[in-house]
């Protein structure tokens, strides 16, 4: 079974400053991964993807994240945090065999203080 | 191009009746997932279709919850004799075909309050 972790249910940071948002998975097999955005009021975005390759992907609005086998993590970074970042984060994860949906964490609402 | 619509947008119900909870989703894609958000969680996964296969009903918690899906098409989730635990948040997905479910594009869910 699979199986997501996000430590921190809130993060606050500064306008400006980094932004590290924590996601360990759990997974039989060789996972691939995921972060999901969702502002107020809106569905879910995709912000990045790691499936094979290289295991630093970047995604939209200057996030990145390092898939990291040895730590079972997928941390997701920015190195300067803007005021339209203030979401929720979601860290999800789907193993390429067997079940096919996503397994997701339990979010971060990352807050973000001028 | 339009996105995953879903409809109500919001719905109250009495605690016992039944709901019917509808999801557009983007034309072309075959696979089709239900997730579930209760507050302050993440997303459980319910039901997904792929085609004209059957369907994998492996997350649907109680025999109250159904789901149907035309073709490939609109799909309904049906919870019958509705339960206050049954207040959530209900998402739908699709994607172009299950091999590419990595690629699933979100409806803005429909927020279910069973009183």
């Known amino acids: 079974a699979q199986s997501v972790t996000q430590l921190g249910s809130h993060v606050s940071v500064s306008e400006g400053a980094l932004v590290l948002l924590r996601c360990n998975y759990s997974s039989s097999v060789p996972p691939y991964l995921f972060w999901y955005v969702q502002y107020p009021n809106q569905g879910l975005q995709l912000l990045l993807k790691?499936?094979?390759?290289?295991?630093l992907v970047k995604g939209i609005n200057g996030f990145e994240a390092e898939f990291k086998k040895s730590e079972t993590s997928f941390h997701l970074t920015k190195p300067s945090a803007h005021m339209s970042d203030a979401a929720e984060y979601f860290c999800?994860?789907?193993?390429?065999?067997?079940?096919?949906?996503?397994?997701f964490g339990s979010g971060t609402r990352l807050q973000v203080q001028p | 191009g339009a996105g995953v619509s879903q409809s109500p947008s919001n719905k109250v119900t009495e605690k016992g009746k039944d709901v019917e909870l509808r999801c557009d989703p983007i034309?072309?894609?075959?696979?089709l997932y239900w997730y579930r958000q209760r507050l302050g969680q993440g997303l459980e996964f319910l039901i997904y279709?792929?085609?004209?296969?059957?369907?994998?009903k492996s997350g649907l918690p109680s025999d109250r919850f159904s789901a149907e899906r035309t073709g490939e098409s609109v799909s309904t989730l049906t919870i019958q004799r509705t339960q206050q635990e049954d207040s959530a948040v209900y998402l739908c997905?699709?994607?172009?075909?299950?091999?590419?479910?990595?690629?699933?594009?979100f409806g803005p869910g429909t927020r279910l309050t069973v009183t």
């Open positions: 790691y499936t094979t390759g290289a295991t």
């Open positions: 034309s072309g894609h075959t696979a």
């Open positions: 997905a699709s994607s172009l075909a299950a091999e590419k479910r990595h690629e699933q594009y």
């Open positions: 999800a994860v789907s193993e390429y065999t067997g079940r096919r949906a996503l397994t």
């Open positions: 279709f792929q085609g004209n296969s059957a369907p994998d």
